[in-house]
């Protein structure tokens, strides 16, 4: 099993240019989620799934959009990139039940860098 | 929305003696409190969780407390070893969420 996957694993944009960040996972886990890491700010979560054609948003989802056409994968896009959107971006996977989380296992991560 | 704070930000110890990091959360209906390990360009693993139906849980040199009345949870790592070295978070969900909301993270240092 390869977990969950990310690509790409480094990727620098100029400010208004859009892109796709890419995750996978092969476990099987309906819930699927986005987050971002800053220091000092610990991980923040941009968007999360609990299944195919269901997404929400988590506590910072401006500038982001997100579909999950399939159990395995869930893109993350970025519309028009801003400065303030360089961060490294982790992708997590879990098995899920209504009201209650399970451990989340994290891609290697996306290194991304506005400029 | 739920908040979690997280203290110290860093922290230092002697090899062989403990370490505690302690997090408070704001919602009094949180029900889960995990714990991740980050080693230094590395993903974020899980060390150990504890619900909200327990008020300890230990794995090896590990344990987690929880003390609702307070809204805090301690991680306790005994006879701490260099390769204990890395980024702790801690993170609280709540039911009904079905979202992490996580702590801004403990640079912990084990001195040889």
């Known amino acids: 099993n390869a977990g969950v996957t990310q690509t790409p694993k480094f990727q620098v944009l100029k400010t208004g240019q859009s892109m796709t960040l890419q995750c996978a996972q092969d476990?099987?886990?309906?819930?699927m989620s986005w987050y971002r890491q800053d220091p000092g700010m610990g991980l923040r979560l941009i968007h999360y799934s609990v299944g195919a054609g269901i997404t929400d948003q988590g506590e910072v989802p401006n500038g982001y959009n997100v579909s999950r056409s399939t159990t395995e994968d869930f893109p993350l896009r970025l519309l028009s990139a801003a400065p303030s959107q360089t961060s490294v971006y982790f992708c997590?996977?879990?098995?899920?039940?209504?009201?209650?989380?399970?451990?989340?296992?994290f891609g290697p991560g996306t290194r991304l860098t506005v400029t | 929305g739920e908040n979690v704070e997280q203290h110290p930000s860093t922290l230092s110890v002697q090899e062989g003696d403990s370490a505690v990091i302690k997090c408070t959360y704001s919602d009094s209906a949180s029900n889960y409190f995990p714990w991740y390990k980050q080693e230094l360009g590395k993903r974020p693993q899980l060390i150990i969780d504890?619900?909200?139906?327990?008020g300890e849980k230990k794995d090896q040199r590990i344990a987690v407390t929880l003390n609702k009345t307070a809204k805090h949870f301690s991680l306790h790592i005994t006879e701490t070893q260099p390769e204990d070295s890395a980024v702790y978070f801690c993170?609280?969900?709540?039911?009904?969420?079905?979202?992490?909301?996580f702590g801004q993270g403990t640079r912990l240092t084990i001195n040889p």
């Open positions: 504890i619900r909200s139906n327990v």
């Open positions: 476990m099987n886990h309906e819930y």
């Open positions: 997590a996977s879990s098995y899920v039940e209504p009201g209650h989380l399970y451990e989340q296992y």
């Open positions: 993170a609280a969900s709540w039911k009904g969420a079905q979202k992490l909301v």
